[in-house]
């Protein structure tokens, strides 16, 4: 029998510094709530909004796979492998700190808020060599189709990660049907909507709820509307 | 040297400071997390950068909580060392090298709110 948590959007930790909103989805920072500490593997869900010309300055991590995915705006990266670069909307960009980095991430424009998604997951391995990769997303503009963005295997579509999970993008036409079957048993999915409004197994989401899932084989998703979501499927034991 | 005394921490947290002792290699990031526990009014950080040292502090003074940081190449087998000693002692694994997860991993380690 699948399990389900539901987190709606107006539950989420909220951090405002001025520069920097964050929309937190489990414990981060200043936010800490036991019982939303993680799903599975995945710790770190902030939907962040980063004003013009702001940014993190330069900070460290460590054994943690860091993903962003920006949803709208552009944002400066460098970091102490020597990376410099940029990423906007259409692209995902990966960090495995392992043994640790440091990097700085600036909103590349000076008036418009950059808007991204900060996704962190435990690592099936501490202290790897750190590393980065940033990739343009493959059939982003598909339509009606899980588009998959991260995978554990470094040859499948997106970027990878050092650890069993696999995230898909999906842009859904209204009254869309399809179902998402896992990959791996013992993982769950989180259902994070983007836009829109969607069903999931029944359950109803609006824009920016969360849905995680787990104890299935696969969940069936229908579009009530015009809607975008990511599915993020992770081991709940790691 | 850093006071201790005993390791439940709502009793020290009453009588003083909650200690924690930091293990890592990385001596940068090391240096990060012992700053924000140490900003921490209740907590005092001690932070080790091999297992030697760390097994020496271990051994002469009580800690709340371990919390294990990056590079150790041998963190499984400190961890069965301080479990020898300490059988009770509490030992975390920190994830993520900074503030974001940190407060979380310590109050979630010692049952605070």
């Not at chain 2, 963190?75 to 993520?96: C, M, S, T, W, Y």
């Amino acid at each position: 029998m699948a399990q389900t948590v539901l987190h709606r959007s107006n539950t989420r930790g909220v951090a405002d510094h001025g520069w920097l909103k964050s929309y937190q989805s489990f414990s981060f920072a200043g936010y800490y709530n036991p019982d939303r500490i993680n799903f599975g593997a995945l710790r770190v869900l902030n939907d962040d909004i980063v004003t013009g010309g702001m940014g993190f300055g330069e900070h460290p991590h460590d054994n943690m796979e860091i993903i962003s995915i920006p949803l709208s705006g552009e944002l400066h990266h460098a970091d102490s492998m020597g990376n410099k670069a940029s990423i906007k909307a259409g692209e995902i960009q990966v960090m495995s700190a392992g043994t640790g980095i440091y990097h700085s991430e600036y909103n590349g424009d000076n008036k418009e808020p950059a808007k991204f998604l900060q996704i962190w997951l435990f690592p099936n391995q501490r202290n790897v060599q750190p590393r980065y990769d940033q990739q343009t997303l493959k059939n982003e503009d598909k339509v009606n189709e899980f588009v998959q963005i991260l995978s554990p295997n470094p040859d499948d579509d997106g970027v990878w990660i050092y650890q069993d999970a696999w995230f898909n993008l999906a842009n859904f036409d209204e009254g869309n049907v399809k179902s998402y079957e896992l990959h791996k048993p013992g993982n769950g999915v989180y259902v994070f909507v983007l836009e829109g409004d969607i069903l999931v197994n029944g359950q109803a989401l609006a824009t920016r709820d969360g849905l995680g899932i787990w104890d299935t084989e696969s969940i069936d998703i229908k579009a009530l509307g015009s809607a975008s979501f990511l599915l993020m499927e992770v081991p709940m034991k790691f | 040297m850093i006071a201790c005394g005993s390791i439940n921490p709502q009793v020290f947290f009453m009588e003083n400071k909650i200690q924690i002792l930091l293990i890592g290699s990385n001596e940068a990031i090391m240096a990060t997390i012992t700053r924000l526990v140490n900003q921490e009014i209740s907590w005092q950080a001690t932070t080790c950068l091999s297992t030697e040292s760390a097994m020496e502090q271990l051994l002469k003074n009580d800690f709340a909580l371990v919390l294990i940081g990056a590079g150790l190449d041998d963190e499984n087998d400190l961890i069965l060392k301080i479990k020898k000693v300490k059988p009770a002692q509490r030992i975390v694994k920190h994830f993520g090298g900074g503030s974001g997860l940190l407060f979380g991993e310590i109050k979630q380690a010692l049952g605070l709110p």
